[in-house]
């Protein structure tokens, strides 16, 4: 089945950056679009940001100007850039296909805690 590694979490202060990869694996990755999630405690998981399989972008509102999706198909990779980071983005990131292609296996995800 499809596997998905998320990467490159950690703490960070308010304001400042990361950069997220998932690696996947078992799958035609260029021909699905792909999509960062993120939970908070207590919240249900929502779509961040997603990229087609021609590099259409698209993003949630909350992070739009802030955060930017992209994909290495070479390397099976995609990648989340987020910078001016807020309290309020602390949450485990995911990756899987976007919202009409979700694959029902998940990472283990990569925590992300914004906080001075």
């Known amino acids: 089945q499809v596997q998905f590694v998320e990467s490159g979490g950690g703490l960070v202060q308010p304001g400042g950056s990361l950069r997220l990869s998932c690696a996947a694996s078992?799958?035609?990755?260029?021909?699905?679009?792909m999509g960062w999630y993120r939970q908070a405690p207590g919240k249900q998981r929502e779509l961040v940001a997603s990229?087609?399989?021609?590099?259409?972008?698209n993003y949630a509102d909350s992070v739009k100007g802030r955060f930017t999706i992209s994909r290495d198909n070479a390397k099976n990779t995609v990648y989340l850039q987020m910078n001016s980071l807020k309290p309020e983005d602390t949450a485990v990131y995911y990756c899987n296909g976007g919202l009409g292609s979700i694959f029902p296996s998940w990472g283990q995800g990569t925590q992300v805690t914004v906080s001075s």
């Open positions: 990229i087609t399989s021609g590099g259409t972008t």
């Open positions: 078992r799958i035609i990755f260029s021909i699905y679009t």
